[in-house]
């Protein structure tokens, strides 16, 4: 295989171009073990109702294969009870597939089961092997990469991706670390239109990124319920909670059809659509 049909096999462009083909992994062993967000906090003694979410998931991905998207299902492991989170483990820039370094001892070996997928599929990819950097921190538009400063995101890595990637304009993002992940309270929905959380950042960042995109914003309930973790699967489509109702009226007012899934049980764990999925192919 050649250069050019190898770069054929993954693309990713941008947050909001046609998806393609994703990576998923159904909860079958999802479970809160280790609080590490607010929403686990409130959930951690009813815990996760593992026959609904994979129920849900289900219905997530048939919604995804309705919309002509290729699902790739990685295997869920009994040690990795977060696993379903596949957005973390990696993430493709461009035609360059990364698989991320995992903070987290909970979820280190998660990125191994996708590199021996990526493997079996004589996918070329780069490997963060030293400092930790996660997918849901790395958000893309064109030649435009924002990445969350977290504590699962370190510095040393985002300097680590500039050099690797010279043609990419690479945008550190601070806010406050106790949502997790950038994806959980920013997210870009079109070249013109993303959805903040504003109180997760200072008023000057949220300032720089009114200057580049019209910021629709989600108040802390609908934060809460994973408002803003939404995933646009292309062509103006937007996968959305039914719960979320102020997000996805916003949403249809400029221009978006919300396609409505119950993803109730998943976001117990604090995550939602797009951190449940992985994009290797977006046109």
């Known amino acids: ?35 590490i967000n607010d929403v686990q906090k409130a959930y951690i003694n009813d815990n996760i109702d593992r026959s609904l979410a994979i129920s849900q998931h289900k219905e997530f991905e048939q919604t995804l294969r309705d919309a002509g998207v290729e699902v790739i299902k990685l295997q869920p492991s009994k040690s990795l ?3 379903v989170f596949t957005r973390d483990i990696g993430f493709t820039l461009g035609h ?17 089961v996708l590199a ?29 990469v924002f990445i969350g400063i977290s504590h699962r995101t370190c510095k ?15 945008i550190p ?11 959980c309270v920013f997210n870009i929905l079109s ?9 997760a950042f200072n008023p000057d960042t949220v300032e720089r990124l009114s200057s580049m995109y019209h910021l629709i914003e989600v108040n802390e309930s609908e934060q809460f319920s994973m408002g803003t973790n939404v995933l646009s699967i292309g062509q103006n489509r937007v996968i959305s909670l039914p719960i979320n109702r102020e997000v996805n009226n916003q949403l249809r007012e400029n ?24 994009p290797i192919v977006r046109h």
């Open 81 to 83: 009870p977060e696993q």
């Open 116 to 144: 021996q997928w990526v493997n079996e599929h004589n996918i070329s990819y780069k490997k963060f092997s030293k400092d930790s950097i996660e997918g849901g921190d790395v958000i893309v538009d064109g030649h435009r």
């Open 156 to 170: 040393d890595a985002i300097l680590a991706l500039k050099k690797e990637l010279p043609d990419f304009e690479i």
């Open 173 to 183: 993002i601070r806010f406050n670390p106790k949502y997790l992940h950038l994806d």
């Open 191 to 199: 070249p013109q239109d993303a959805l903040i959380y504003p109180d």
């Open 1 to 35: 295989m050649n250069i050019a049909e190898e770069h054929t096999r993954v693309n990713c462009q941008s947050e909001y171009g046609t998806l393609q083909k994703v990576v998923l992994c159904e909860p079958r062993y999802m479970e809160i073990q280790e609080i």
């Open 255 to 278: 221009g978006y059809q919300v396609i409505e899934v119950d993803f109730s049980e998943i976001i117990k764990s604090g995550g939602s659509f797009r951190c449940c999925s992985m």
């Open 96 to 112: 360059q597939l990364f698989i991320s370094e995992m903070a987290n001892p909970i979820r280190q070996g998660e990125d191994e």
